[in-house]
């Protein structure tokens, strides 16, 4: 089992411009943001998996998934109105951060470094 995933709680979200999704399984929480391009993006995660996914669409066509299995923190933020998805995660030696910003279109940065 990984550690412990910190993620936002869903309270907090009211106000961030998403639409939030709870699952029948404990722990599976899916957030929904648009962009004034009309692209979708989902972030979904894992609690008890310790694991999320990025998953980018134009209209029925994928443009972009990204999954974490080592996921440590998870956080949303709405920044002058453009929503941020950020995803930290740490393995062996690696630490690794997920930004994908969410107003106009959407832009993503991922980084992998050893720490």
Do not use: C, Y
């Not at 299995?69 to 740490?90: L, M, N, Q, Y």
Request: glycine residues 8%.
């Amino acid at each position: 089992m990984s550690a412990q995933l910190e993620v936002p709680r869903l309270e907090d979200l009211s106000d961030v411009g998403v639409v939030v999704e709870t699952s029948d399984q404990p722990g599976v929480v899916s957030l929904v943001a648009w962009a004034n391009d009309g692209n979708t993006v989902t972030l979904a995660w894992d609690e008890i998996a310790g694991s999320a996914r990025i998953r980018w669409l134009n209209g029925d066509d994928e443009r972009l998934v990204l999954e974490r299995e080592t996921p440590v923190k998870i956080s949303v933020r709405d920044k002058r109105g453009v929503i941020e998805f950020h995803v930290w995660s740490r393995w062996e030696g690696m630490a690794g951060e997920l930004i994908v910003r969410v107003g106009e279109h959407v832009a993503v940065r991922d980084t992998l470094l050893r720490s």
